[in-house]
């Protein structure tokens, strides 16, 4: 899932190169992708077929890589959002991958940790560490990707 406002960011290829990397990883099917930008007004408005099926998609899943840019200090608002349509404890025993994009790495860091509370307070079980990368990094987002992917454990 990514939750840069504007969707095919290179937060999102990153999300996508994350997803793919642990899927390879673990033989699971390649994942699908939520782009939270796309959701738009729907994320506002009650009942919103999209983005109830965003929910559904983010409820069923085993295994969610959770990506966002640095916004003054934390996440993007669109994906509070989305988070905040989730029950308590939805995200019981999934496992959560916190990925987080900034300008500098303390940043980038300092969201990151944000970001994994909100996911601890759903319940998932997040993966330490998560990836916080700066942008000036983000063109070798596969490389990245893989390596983290190689050197998780879970």
Do not use: C
């Amino acid at each position: 899932m990514s939750g840069n406002p504007r969707a095919g960011s290179r937060t999102s290829t990153l999300a996508v190169a994350v997803g793919e990397a642990l899927a390879a990883r673990h033989g699971s099917p390649a994942p699908t992708v939520i782009e939270v930008g796309e959701l738009g007004a729907g994320l506002l408005t009650g009942g919103d077929p999209a983005t109830t099926a965003a929910v559904e998609a983010l409820t069923g899943a085993d295994l969610l890589v959770v990506a966002t840019p640095t916004y003054k200090g934390s996440y993007t608002g669109v994906l509070k959002v989305l988070l905040d349509q989730l029950p308590n404890q939805a995200l019981a025993g999934k496992f959560a991958v916190p990925v987080v994009t900034a300008g500098i790495a303390p940043q980038a860091v300092a969201a990151e940790a944000v970001l994994r509370q909100l996911l601890v307070e759903l319940g998932a079980i997040v993966a330490r560490p998560g990836l916080p990368v700066v942008e000036a990094d983000l063109p070798e987002s596969v490389p990245i990707a893989q390596k983290y992917a190689a050197a998780l454990d879970w």
